[in-house]
């Protein structure tokens, strides 16, 4: 079974910058597109950014802008360098990658901005 694994997650002063990454422990094959998703405390899933097969990115409006999302399909892995930090960006960031058929998903990685 393919794992995700994230990296980068930490304490960061507001108007600081941090980069996270997500690299698959196999091969994942007919990849459709790559994601990442934060959660708050009591709020729902939300996307933050997306990069099709094709190279096409979206953000959620509060990131647009700050937040950059990239990947390395050789290496199966998708990152996200978030700049400007803001306290609301504080979450548990997750990264996803999704086939026709599946969507993995990682652990999760703890992202703090403090003042």
């Known amino acids: 079974q393919v794992q995700l694994v994230e990296s980068g997650g930490g304490l960061v002063q507001a108007g600081g910058s941090l980069r996270l990454s997500c690299a698959a422990s196999g091969s994942i094959f007919g990849i459709n597109g790559m994601g990442w998703y934060r959660q708050a405390p009591g709020k729902q899933r939300e996307l933050v950014a997306g990069i099709t097969s094709g190279g096409s990115t979206n953000y959620a409006d509060s990131v647009k802008g700050r937040f950059t999302i990239s990947r390395d399909n050789a290496k199966t892995t998708v990152y996200l360098q978030m700049n400007s930090l803001k306290l609301e960006d504080t979450a548990v960031y997750y990264c996803?990658?999704?086939?026709?058929?599946?969507?993995?998903w990682g652990q999760g990685t703890q992202v703090t901005v403090s003042k």
């Open positions: 996803n990658i999704f086939t026709q058929f599946y969507h993995y």
